[in-house]
């Protein structure tokens, strides 16, 4: 049995304090927009930020989709397993994961510009949304993450 | 027992300064709970922790060690756990 030191307790103090100087980047390419990956990419940010991750999201084609205004609170459609929609509808809410880990930490969300063409919606049309970028600043972003996904 | 931690005895001594019950709540949740509640502990001061997500008792020290604070130890309890944190900064 170990006591605990105050020279332990310092060293690990010190040893965390060393890895928050520069945060890890957690950059991932949300792609759908199916309430079951959608809760799987809130889970994973909401994880992030709790282990001091900076987060990007990258929304393109179905998830601009899923982050309009009139569509945020009814994605109910899952991308397998379609018998379970009624209760996973009610079980999983992604919108208010995303939307309490952008409350407690670092998490940009930026609609991808050819897919915000597509829906033809601006950053006001959507919910959370920081901003539209193109897609080849897309690719330089998730060059310099440390966690780089595509859901 | 890693280096650092406290046996169950010394944790069941520990007067914490905040206590916080995450208990129900699915994984991430007892995590960020956490991350709210620590800024409510003076510095020097102890996080109780109590939750039944079986994914925090690993969680949660590498939370401590990544934000530069103490995980002191956990004790088992009927279908949940009581977690310790040491605020250092």
């Known amino acids: 049995m170990r006591t605990c030191t105050v020279s ?10 060393e890895a928050q ?6 950059a991932v390419v949300v792609f759908s927009g199916s309430l079951d990956r959608l809760t799987g990419v809130a889970m994973l ?3 992030a930020v709790a282990m001091e991750y900076n987060v990007e999201l990258y929304l393109m084609l179905w ?8 569509n945020v609170g009814k ?9 379970f929609e009624p209760e996973m509808a009610k079980r999983l809410n992604w919108y208010d994961l995303i939307k309490r880990a952008k409350k407690l930490g670092s998490v940009k969300i930026y609609a991808c510009a050819g897919s915000a063409a597509v829906w033809n919606v601006i950053p006001e049309d ?8 193109g897609v080849g600043e897309i690719v330089e972003r998730l060059a310099e993450a440390d966690v780089a996904l595509f859901v | 027992m890693a280096e650092g931690q406290l046996p169950p005895e010394e944790l069941r001594k520990l007067k914490p300064d905040k206590v ?3 208990r129900g709540v699915a994984c991430p949740g007892p995590l960020l709970a956490a991350k709210q509640a620590i800024t409510e502990v003076p510095v020097g001061g102890v996080l109780e922790v109590l939750s039944s997500d079986p994914g925090t008792k690993r969680d949660l020290p590498l939370w401590a060690k990544k934000t530069g604070h103490v995980f002191l130890g956990v004790i088992e309890e009927r279908g949940y756990w009581r977690l ?5 900064k």
């Open chain 1, 8 to 17: 332990s307790q310092e060293a690990q103090a010190k040893e965390g304090g």
């Open chain 1, 21 to 26: 100087q520069k945060k890890k980047k957690m």
């Open chain 1, 45 to 47: 940010v909401s994880g």
């Open chain 1, 63 to 70: 998830a601009v989709h899923a982050f309009k205004k009139e």
């Open chain 1, 75 to 83: 994605i109910t459609h899952l991308s397998e397993f379609k018998e």
């Open chain 1, 126 to 133: 959507l919910e959370l949304v920081d901003g539209i970028i």
């Open chain 2, 20 to 22: 916080v019950d995450a």
């Open chain 2, 84 to 88: 310790f944190v040491k605020r250092m």
